[in-house]
């Protein structure tokens, strides 16, 4: 069952971007100094990360999406689509991909439901519940990353306020022991959620996230997205300030065996886009005349057309 879910969940990123037989060729390079300064508390980082993404709440880019693997006989391979991301806070997210201007995958999310679309030679659709069903939807799908992550992943999802209640809550601050970072200044930051743990990577100087990991409730890894080309995000909505999120990530996904490569350009927060449809599931299936829809309830074994 695990080895069919990898494949399941390789397979929309192999098709898409041609390649088969692949495996992880991702790779570390460990940076280890003691600590120059005294860790900061989660006020501090809270209010640096806040200035960087408190006005976030909409988001377009152009993306380019890469995937590196090992092929089937060895050899060291990179292939690559482009298209656009886009959300607007709190769930609505949509990544489209695709070669010539067509796409040929759409990963996306309203909040309530989260999908991949498959638009080269089989046309479906694999949707799954948000919330607290997300984790059993995607033990059945076999997709490793949801919609959420990809923003969890680009930490542009808002930090909880200090002392504040409920869900996603803090769990701890420390300094970093994740392999490649300086330790000498780069805070790690937990936080957990119904369905997720992550931990923030951030540069406690700057208050850019350097890396994100993310893992199930139950601990299991999810990816990790190493960050970078942190830079300003246009806001042509008239307010004067500037978000600032990371324009390029590395994210490492244990359970497709592949290294994903995102670039992102242009970004800005727009009063014309996002445009509505790309996260409207009804209207993307009919534009895209995808027939094929599995859908997948709590509590289901399987997927249901």
């Known amino acids: 069952m695990a080895a069919s879910r990898t494949a399941l969940a390789a397979a929309v990123l192999i ?47 152009r993306a ?107 769990v701890g601050v420390s300094w970093t022991r994740l392999d490649g970072l300086d330790t000498s200044r780069t805070a790690a930051v937990g936080f957990e959620d119904a369905d997720r743990r992550w931990r923030v990577h951030v540069d406690v100087f700057t208050g850019d996230p350097m890396a994100v990991e993310i893992l199930t409730a139950a601990g299991e890894p999810v990816c990790v997205a190493r960050l970078g080309d942190h830079g300003r995000v246009l806001n042509r909505l008239g307010a004067a300030v500037e978000p600032r999120m990371a324009g390029s990530a590395i994210i490492e996904v244990p359970a497709a065996e592949a290294t994903i490569e995102l670039t992102l350009r242009d970004a800005e927060l727009s009063p014309r886009r996002p445009r509505p449809v790309v996260f409207d599931l009804d209207q993307l299936l009919e534009r895209f005349r995808v027939e094929d829809v599995r859908v997948i309830r709590e509590g289901a074994g399987g997927p249901a057309s």
């Open 64 to 170: 380019i999406v890469a995937l590196r693997y090992v092929d089937a006989e060895g050899e060291r391979r990179r292939d690559q689509g482009e298209g656009h991301l886009q959300f607007i806070r709190p769930g609505s997210v949509a990544l489209f991909v695709g070669k010539l201007g067509e796409p040929g995958l759409i990963l996306g999310s309203d909040g309530t439901r989260f999908w991949w679309i498959e638009l080269i030679e089989a046309r479906r659709a694999l949707v799954g519940e948000a919330g607290s069903a997300a984790a059993a939807s995607v033990d059945v799908l076999g997709v490793p990353i949801l919609p959420r992550d990809l923003l969890l992943g680009l930490d542009a999802v808002p930090w909880p306020e200090p002392g504040s209640v409920g869900l996603p809550r803090v």
């Open 15 to 61: 098709v898409l971007l041609g390649c088969s037989g692949c495996r992880s060729a991702g790779g570390s390079g460990a940076e280890a100094n003691g600590p120059a300064v005294e860790l900061p508390g989660y006020d501090a980082l809270y209010a640096k990360a806040n200035r960087r993404i408190g006005t976030l709440d909409r988001y377009w880019a």
